[in-house]
């Protein structure tokens, strides 16, 4: 069974950063394009970025604008997956989830991340 | 980007009642769509993956069809544990999209 846990959510400062990680099990991780979406509190859902497995390239891709702020990566040793966040601003507030396509779409819990002074 | 649009944003039904919902892509997304049903403060549950296939432990009341850019979710008997948030996703190109969601509310 495919298992996403996220982690590392909190409260920044605006123009702060922070990472948030995602642990993976239930599946070949090392073969896995893995996502992050997020949802801002009363809002929808927006997809923030993939990363390709490594043995595709492992390129990530990213929603405009998240684009030179955020990076994805990933630690295959570790089966888990990373979302660095810098110069965040208010409008990062939201719930995080990663995601996995298998079958359908596997998402994690989340994790919220508040971006405030 | 592939735009998705869904109706109606809202929707007011009864318990027992036959209901659906649509979705639209701005561009063909042959039948790379996915639906998800959310009530607050949880994480998205997927209810149907490519378009019609039903996931795993989804009551059967739940069904979806289209291909192309048109697409449906019925409900065929409302139970008081489906009102909630609807949101179809495309998974056709990157960047992935959502529609901005159907709220079922009970009538």
């Known amino acids: 069974e495919v298992q996403l846990v996220e982690s590392g959510g909190g409260m920044v400062k605006p123009g702060g950063s922070i990472r948030l990680s995602c642990a993976a099990s239930g599946f070949t991780f090392t073969n896995a394009w893995m996502s992050w979406v997020r949802q801002a509190p009363g809002k929808g859902l927006e997809w923030v970025g993939r990363i390709k497995s490594n043995t595709d390239g492992g390129t990530a891709d990213y929603t405009a604008p998240v684009k030179g702020r955020f990076i994805i990566s990933r630690d295959d040793s570790k089966n888990t997956l990373y979302l660095q966040m810098n110069s965040l601003e208010i409008e990062d507030t939201a719930v995080y989830y990663c995601?996995?396509?298998?079958?359908?779409?596997?998402w994690g819990q989340g994790t919220l991340v508040t971006v405030s002074s | 980007d592939i735009q998705m649009a869904q109706s109606p944003s809202t929707l007011s039904a009864s318990v027992g009642d036959r209901v659906t919902l649509t979705c639209r892509a701005s561009q063909s997304i042959n039948s790379w769509l996915a639906w998800y049903q959310q009530k607050p403060g949880k994480a998205p549950k997927l209810l149907i993956y490519?378009?019609?296939n039903l996931d795993s432990g989804v009551p059967s009341r739940f069904s979806g069809s289209g291909s192309g850019t048109e697409f449906t979710l019925t409900i065929s008997s409302l139970q008081p544990d489906d009102f909630a948030t609807y949101y179809c996703?495309?998974?056709?190109?990157?960047?992935?999209?959502f529609g901005q969601g159907t709220k079922l509310e009970i009538k």
């Open positions: 996703q495309q998974y056709n190109s990157f960047l992935y999209t």
């Open positions: 490519k378009a019609s």
């Open positions: 995601a996995v396509l298998s079958s359908g779409w596997r």
